[in-house]
């Protein structure tokens, strides 16, 4: 008879490559879900700086190079044109105002004078002898005035001795008529004379004031020409030193040209010359100091230039006290320029790193020294030192702050 086979119970040798296969599926799935994916660079612990983030005070300023300035530069230009004929003082030296630098010639300038000389002479002779023939004629109408005078007289002794012969019949009435008529004439033409007499007078007097009016213009004008003469001596407008002077002999200068400058060295100003990041935040009124052989020095923001070129933009500070010794144009200093209160928050190092990441992102060294993590932070302010942290890092987390370049996007570093 046939017997009943028992099925065999349990793990079979037949199973294994399920169990192994299902394994490894369950490995694979683990890893996919749970394990660090991250690409990983090994990097020479001795190639990257290393930084500890710690919280203290964020002084916000920015450091600068300032040079010095004279606090006034005025510019030397002639009022004539003319040829350079002589330098009387060259640069570098100290000047007073009014005191000549350069001395110039100009012939034309000359000829002028001569030609007004000549045109003022003969409108003082023209007015002479128009004053000559203005007394001549009054003279010739004082006499006329008189030989009518003397007529008028005449004429009325005639008619009344008419008028008294022709009451008593003993001159014909035509001789009488005519005898009037010559008496009143002569009063008529006496009118006249005295009327010419004084037209003549006002015309005259109109005719000698508008002479003297012009001749009074002729001589200011001799007077300005002149002072064009002595313009042609190019003076110091201010006390200082003459610290440019581009002319040579013989050159032609035109007037209102720019033939050199004077510094007025009673104080100074620094220039600096500001990143175009700042630009919102500089503003007149900011104070700073300046550093020179260990002292400070203070300074206050007066101008702020709003054109930017290559990327800066030009500012003066004016010194606030004590000036520092020997302080001479030209000379360079750094200048701390304060553009906050200083304030409390989480600090970095300055480093090559933030060329790279922008400040958005930073590697933070795992807490055994041996990795180091990519982050994302946020960075505010910075100043010559230490960066503002504003999120993503505690005081106390190291951090890589050297040059990423060669990092490319591995997003941990294992350090060795």
Request: aromatic residues 6%; contains cysteine; neutral net charge.
């Amino acid at each position: 008879m046939d017997r009943v086979l028992e099925k065999k119970r349990g793990l079979q040798k037949k199973h294994l490559p399920y169990v192994l296969g299902g394994a490894v599926l369950l490995a694979a799935a683990g890893w996919l879900l749970f394990g660090d994916h991250r690409t990983a660079l090994k990097v020479d612990r001795r190639t990257v700086a290393i930084e500890t983030a710690r919280r203290g005070e964020f002084n916000d300023y920015v450091r600068v190079n300032g040079s010095v300035l004279p606090i006034t530069t005025v510019q030397v230009s002639p009022f004539e044109s003319g040829n350079v004929e002589e330098k009387v003082v060259e640069e570098g030296a100290m000047v007073r105002k009014g005191d000549v630098i350069v001395r110039l010639t100009n012939p034309q300038l000359n000829m002028q004078i001569l030609t007004s000389e000549a045109d003022l002479a003969e409108k003082e002779n023209l007015l002479r002898n128009t004053r000559v023939s203005m007394e001549q004629e009054k003279l010739n109408l004082q006499k006329e005035r008189l030989q009518l005078e003397m007529d008028v007289a005449r004429a009325k002794r005639r008619c009344d001795q008419y008028e008294a012969l022709h009451r008593d019949a003993l001159v014909p009435t035509e001789e009488y008529v005519q005898a009037k008529e010559d008496y009143e004439l002569s009063l008529k033409q006496k009118e006249l004379v005295f009327e010419r007499q004084k037209q003549d007078s006002i015309f005259r007097s109109l005719q000698v004031d508008n002479m003297e009016i012009s001749l009074e213009s002729m001589r200011r004008n001799m007077e300005l020409i002149r002072q064009r003469v002595d313009n042609l001596n190019i003076r110091a407008n201010i006390d200082g030193e003459l610290g440019l002077l581009d002319v040579v002999l013989g050159q032609y200068v035109t007037a209102g040209a720019k033939v050199g400058q004077i510094n007025d060295l009673s104080d100074y100003k620094i220039e600096a010359m500001i990143d175009e990041l700042y630009i919102d935040r500089v503003k007149p009124g900011l104070t700073g100091t300046l550093e020179r052989q260990g002292n400070r020095y203070g300074l206050v923001m007066k101008t702020v230039f709003p054109e930017v070129r290559n990327g800066q933009f030009r500012t003066w500070c004016y010194l606030t006290g004590e000036r520092p010794e020997n302080i001479r144009s030209g000379q360079t200093y750094s200048v701390n320029l304060e553009l906050g209160q200083p304030t409390e928050a989480v600090l970095i190092p300055r480093g090559a790193f933030y060329q790279t990441t922008g400040g958005s992102w930073i590697f933070v060294v795992s807490p055994d020294g041996s990795r180091a993590y990519r982050r994302p932070i946020k960075i505010g302010r910075q100043n010559p030192k230490f960066y503002e942290v504003l999120e993503g890092l505690d005081a106390g987390e190291q951090v890589i702050v050297s040059s990423y370049e060669t990092y490319g996007d591995n997003q941990v570093l294992e350090l060795k």
